[in-house]
């Protein structure tokens, strides 16, 4: 070994030493969970600062309802939300410093995790941002352009209620925002031809947030040159969108704005000093019942590595690996681990937590997945593999937290198997509860396209051909609509 290559392992031993001394210092804070009707709060934040938190967040639901497009799904996902004191905690589990949250959404349970900003300050509105997403993606079946949801969940954020159950939204970070709407600012054209993501290598995401705040905050509270709002013809300008038009396109149509003329008429609206704001009035409630346990160092591990998985997976294993080193038998670890291990080891892990406990429905679903997986992949016959799921995922059916995911999963091996009939039954269970995922509309879409209603299998088709991030689904769902014929 070259002196140069001692050198590197050494910075390299000596940098993971840093970083799991950070982390440890993340663990070992008192982390506890705060249960309501509505939502569990994992957080270090100390008892008055959580119970304030839950407080402002029941009120912020109740009365952001009255905001929210559509009606909710029947139930809604269960929310957990994670709750860091510190911003350098979480820039830390998240492995970034672009964001100070994400929403991650699904079938079973959906996550939201928060921080403050870096300096310190605003947990409760980067949270109440969070939360917006998630409200959001669990009650409208439409699909809106990312410039548009993460501007209306930065506009809703500055939601407040006092304690007479008086509401304000709106209020104008004027210095804030005059700085993204002057020259050489954010090029209007870029944030309203985002679609599926905002990108942080390609963005400073602060700008990006705060003109997308700017927009929609326009388009719901000003007026046209008619003296009409445009927020009576917002709905007919986002089914545009939902329906495959560009943002531009169906801005220009719907509300007679095109890009020039809304960056002209943005800038003279932020020159007013005194927007006005929209009230009105939400009930109160006397009382909130709650549940509060802190937590032991396992289920604290459990928590942060649930987070760090979404964009920081070495660590997630890391802390997967110390609670089995303490706990060999936690199922719900041995899953999670399963999810981002590779190879064997992901059977291994699988394997350890059904023969733990076959009933857990959780094990049964991560075990279905793993013989379609092996069947896809051509490492066991079909033939037997998709019986087995079949079987699996019908135990985890009767699971109230898991009977989504698996009618999901039986859904897609029922087209596997020629059960098209099936397939709808199940396929519909996993629309209701995310009606706005492309990928759930592509199977349902070729459910469709097998018995025979080709209107519907389009429709659902168009919604993946329209949404999906990834470029080769979108190619995918336009190769089923292809082979359609056409409409009568």
Not at 406 to 426: C, E, F, H, K, N
């Amino acid at each position: 070994m070259t002196v140069s290559s001692n050198i590197r392992v050494f910075s390299t031993i000596g940098a993971l030493v840093a970083s799991l001394c950070v982390v440890a210092d993340v663990e070992d804070r008192d982390w506890c969970i705060t249960v309501t009707d509505h939502f569990e709060i994992v957080s270090d934040l100390p008892r008055d600062r959580t119970l304030e938190l839950v407080a402002h967040l029941d009120r912020f639901r109740s009365a952001a309802d009255a905001l929210l497009p559509g009606e909710p799904s029947s139930p809604a996902p269960p929310l957990k939300l994670v709750a860091f004191e510190r911003a350098q905690d979480f820039a830390t589990v998240f492995n970034s410093r672009h964001v100070a949250g994400f929403t991650r959404p699904s079938l079973d349970q959906s996550l939201l995790a928060s921080g403050p900003d870096l300096d310190g300050d605003h947990l409760n509105r980067n949270i109440f941002h969070e939360y917006v997403h998630f409200l959001l993606r669990s009650r409208a079946a439409l699909n809106l352009p990312i410039w548009y949801e993460e501007g209306f969940a930065s506009y809703l954020a500055t939601l407040s209620v006092d304690p007479t159950g008086l509401v304000t939204v709106g209020r104008v970070p004027y210095t804030y925002l005059r700085s993204v709407l002057v020259p050489p600012g954010l090029s209007i054209a870029d944030v309203i031809g985002e679609r599926f993501e905002l990108d942080p290598e390609r963005h400073d995401l602060s700008e990006v947030y705060g003109l997308a705040w700017a927009i929609v905050r326009f388009l719901h509270h000003a007026q046209d040159q008619g003296g009409e709002r445009y927020a009576t013809r917002l709905g007919a300008m986002l089914a545009a969108i939902d329906n495959g038009a560009s943002s531009s396109h169906a801005m220009e149509s719907s509300l007679g704005l095109d890009l020039s003329m809304l960056k002209a008429r943005l800038r003279r609206y932020y020159e007013n000093h005194e927007l006005p704001v929209y009230q009105f009035r939400t009930e109160l409630r006397d009382s909130l019942s709650f549940r509060r346990d802190c937590l032991n160092a396992v289920d604290t591990r459990y928590h942060l590595a649930d987070v760090a998985s979404f964009h920081h997976p070495q660590l997630a294993i890391d802390l997967y690996d110390d609670i089995l080193r303490r706990k060999p038998d936690h199922i719900d670890a041995l899953i999670a681990l399963s999810r981002i291990a590779t190879g064997a080891r992901a059977a291994r892990l699988v394997r350890r937590a059904f023969d733990i406990d076959p009933n857990h429905p959780g094990a049964a679903i991560r075990m279905a997945e793993m013989k379609v997986f092996d069947c896809q992949a051509g490492r066991t016959p079909c033939g037997d593999a998709l019986p087995e799921a079949i079987a699996l995922y019908t135990r985890a059916l009767n699971s109230d937290s898991h009977r989504v995911a698996a009618a999901y999963g039986l859904g897609i091996i029922s087209l596997y198997v020629q059960r098209p009939v099936d397939a709808l039954d199940y396929l519909r269970t996993a629309h209701a509860r995310a009606p706005w995922s492309p990928q759930i509309n592509f199977y349902l879409g070729e459910a469709y396209a097998r018995t025979g209603v080709k209107e519907r299998a389009r429709m659902h088709f168009r919604k993946t051909a329209y949404w999906h991030p990834d470029e080769s689904w979108r190619a995918r769902a336009n190769q089923a609509l292809a082979r359609l014929a056409p409409p009568d």
